[in-house]
Nanobody, 115 residues
Framework: VQLQASGGGLVQAGGSLKLSCVSS????????MGWYRQAPGKQRELVAD???????MYADSVKGRFTMSRDIATNTVQLQMNSLKPEDTGVYYC??????????WGQGTLVTVSS
């Protein structure tokens, strides 16, 4: 399984970006697809995920601003990020979590929000 993330870039505070992650295999049976981020000098943290039933969960820091979606037909998950803040800066990673806690990570895409 390979995950290919894209869509990062430089944006001003208050702006928007949309990240995409395409899986090389079907995401239909994946327990959770998630977006994580790692800011400079900080640990990687969960931003949002979507479970096998299609329910989403968001970190408190992004609730109301970020929306995660999936398209099973194209094996794609997306993260729409609105009202971006400088503290949203970091490398965003796509993750697929399978049964028995098997994890697959994408290569990361850099998001930089300027103030």
């Amino acid at each position: 399984v390979q995950l290919q993330a894209s869509g990062g870039g430089l944006v001003q505070a208050g702006g928007s970006l949309k990240l995409s992650c395409v899986s090389s295999t079907s995401i239909r049976g994946v327990n959770y697809m998630g977006w994580y981020r790692q800011a400079p000098g900080k640990q990687r943290e969960l931003v949002a995920d979507i479970n096998i039933a299609g329910s989403t969960m968001y970190a408190d820091s992004v609730k109301g601003r970020f929306t995660m979606s999936r398209d099973i037909a194209t094996n794609t998950v997306q993260l729409q990020m609105n009202s971006l803040k400088p503290e949203d800066t970091g490398v965003y990673y796509c993750n697929a979590r399978y049964a028995l806690n098997r994890n697959v990570w994408g290569q990361g895409t850099l998001v930089t929000v300027s103030s």
